[in-house]
């Protein structure tokens, strides 16, 4: 058997086992992959050759950022420019500086040695955030889009550092700027040709799934190929395809056909991280892995609350980006693996790498999945962060001095939009709340009273005046903001007739016991309605046409309100 075959069917394997046991644990599947490649490496030894480690794991980064790429909209961070640049290198450049001071001056590392570790602590990781914040269906929050900014502003640092680092003992600047002006004008000429020429070539092969899959591929490889040639990794080219298909009308037909390719190589990305591992000495390393761990959980996490208190956010947008970023990224590993493989570092400071990697990489899993719970603890304690802000960078809301909103609506997108509509209809004094910058900048510019905020936020809920309200909505299915505004409405106004909405039969029967009036289950009422109209296309089939003609003219409408919504 092919070593290659055996170790990515070995790496399924185990790696499927682990995900199904995480599942049925309730776990985050990020840490369970990690795991697995702890066994399959370190503790039993089945796959240890260096080379294959290597590769599976830079096709795994490759295949993923071309995936990131496709998802991305970039015209989402023009509002958090500032942040995203002149913030991220601020953040960058503290961080490396204190992470170099720790290093160099208390723990007595060398030069070379403590800038590597200045470099290695300084990146976040965009692959496991993204996929994160995706998950939770949050990157187009906020505070999402100021995490995506950042990252990418730390992905181009990043691809400076390496080229500086391989230029050690020789370095000179006219190379550096000559590679990226090259990539500046691929990537233009890239833009340019998907206007003019991919835009016919993929609405042609649109019409063939298969075709379609393959010119996908094609691109990722042809521009990881050409980036690699002019001397940047292949994974940045293989994050530039994916950001020119991205902007075709094709793409959600792109991103489905390689979310099983994606899904596939974040496996072997995750357990290469747990096989890269070298057993060492824990009590020779205990102290620098300690300071390791405490400037990338505790000093990341202080410096952005700071900036981005200074740059105008708000303390729960600025805790939630804090805490996101409390990880290293795989630029990282890429950036210890050169140091190792060159001389520059040695096992130690290798192992100490991925040690903090596998830790860090796998507390982001929980620290997301339970991230309002956990600004719910600190929130409170935060509040000298709102006080630095000078200016208030949140869009806050739009709301009539005086008015009284007998009805709040939560959650304007999907299915919000149609409830707003039919309470307008219905002469409703209406609030809506919102976490998507874009549609609270829509609502106000139409003049419909918002509130930009999250309804698991306690504060944003106390500047709804709930004791006014007659009718509260929520159309967002997370389970714990949903009991929460239960308790909170319950609390203030028990006479208010509450909806809320899930996805879980169970969860619905929880939200009924704790007081809910309804609960909308959209696959239930989605079948409710199909059955209501099967029951009048018995009597009238034209009634079907003119249900069908209603139906578009409705979606056309939202098109046009919404063109941001692909």
């Avoid at 990341?300 to 409390?326: C, M």
Wanted: aromatic letters at 10%.
């Amino acid at each position: 058997m092919e070593p290659i075959f055996f170790s990515i069917g070995i790496i399924i394997i185990i790696a499927a086992i682990g995900a199904y046991l995480a599942r049925v644990l309730k776990q985050p599947l990020i840490p369970a992959y990690i795991i697995v490649g702890i066994i399959l490496g370190p503790v039993l030894g089945l796959i240890t050759e260096r080379s294959i480690i290597a590769a599976l794991s830079e096709i795994g980064i490759a295949f993923l950022l071309f995936s990131v790429g496709l998802e991305l909209n970039l015209k989402k961070l023009k509002d958090i420019g500032n942040v995203a640049t002149v913030g991220a290198l601020m953040h960058m450049g503290l961080l490396f500086g204190a992470s170099y001071v720790a290093f160099k001056l208390f723990l007595n590392y060398d030069n070379l040695t403590s800038i590597y570790i200045g470099l290695i602590l300084m990146f976040s990781s965009t692959l496991v955030i993204i996929k994160l914040l995706s998950d939770k269906n949050e990157l187009d929050t906020l505070h999402g889009r100021i995490i995506i900014g950042m990252l990418l502003m730390q992905d181009i640092v990043a691809i400076v550092a390496l080229s500086m680092l391989n230029s050690i003992g020789h370095f000179t600047l006219g190379p550096i700027i000559l590679m990226f002006v090259k990539g500046v004008i691929i990537f233009l000429l890239g833009l340019f040709l998907a206007k003019l020429i991919f835009i016919s070539v993929f609405k042609f092969a649109a019409k063939n799934d298969e075709l379609l899959f393959i010119l996908s591929i094609m691109a990722m490889f042809v521009f990881a190929i050409i980036y690699h040639y002019i001397g940047f990794s292949i994974v940045i080219g293989a994050f530039i395809a994916g950001l020119l298909l991205g902007s075709l009308p094709y793409n959600l037909e792109i991103i489905g056909q390689v979310k099983g390719l994606k899904d596939f190589f974040a496996v072997i990305f995750f357990v290469s991280i747990g096989l890269e591992l070298i057993p060492v000495s824990i009590s020779s390393i205990l102290l620098p892995l300690g300071v390791m761990l405490g400037l990338t959980l505790i000093i990341l996490p202080l410096l952005t609350l700071f900036l981005l208190a200074l740059f105008g956010y708000k303390k729960r947008t600025a805790f939630l980006t804090s805490i996101s970023l409390a990880q290293i990224s795989e630029f990282s590993l890429i950036i210890v693996a050169f140091g190792f493989n060159q001389g520059h570092i040695n096992s130690e400071i290798f192992s100490l790498t991925i040690l903090v990697a596998i830790i860090t990489i796998g507390l982001t899993a929980y620290i997301i999945k339970f991230d309002d719970k956990l600004y719910q603890w600190f929130g409170k304690k935060l509040t000298i962060f709102d006080k630095l802000s000078k200016h208030n960078k949140e869009l806050i809301s739009y709301l009539e001095e005086g008015a009284e909103h007998k009805v709040v609506l939560v959650g304007y997108d999907r299915i919000g939009y149609s409830i707003l509509k039919k309470l307008h209809m219905l002469k409703k004094n209406v609030v809506v709340v919102d976490l998507n910058p874009d549609i609270i900048k829509h609502l106000i510019k139409k003049k419909v009273p918002c509130i930009y905020g999250d309804i698991g936020d306690i504060e944003i809920i106390k500047r709804l005046r709930l004791e006014e309200a007659e009718l509260v909505i929520s159309t967002v299915p997370n389970h714990h903001d949903s009991m929460l505004l239960i308790k909170k409405v319950r609390e203030i106004n028990p006479e208010a007739t509450i909806i809320v909405t899930s996805y879980d039969a169970e969860d619905a029967l929880e939200l009924y016991n704790k007081g809910a009036d309804y609960v909308v289950v959209p696959h239930f009422l989605g079948g409710e309605h199909i059955s209501l109209i099967l029951e009048e296309l018995t009597t009238d089939l034209n009634k079907l046409l003119n249900i069908k003609i209603s139906h578009i003219k409705a979606l056309q409408e939202r098109r046009k309100r919404h063109p941001h919504h692909r």
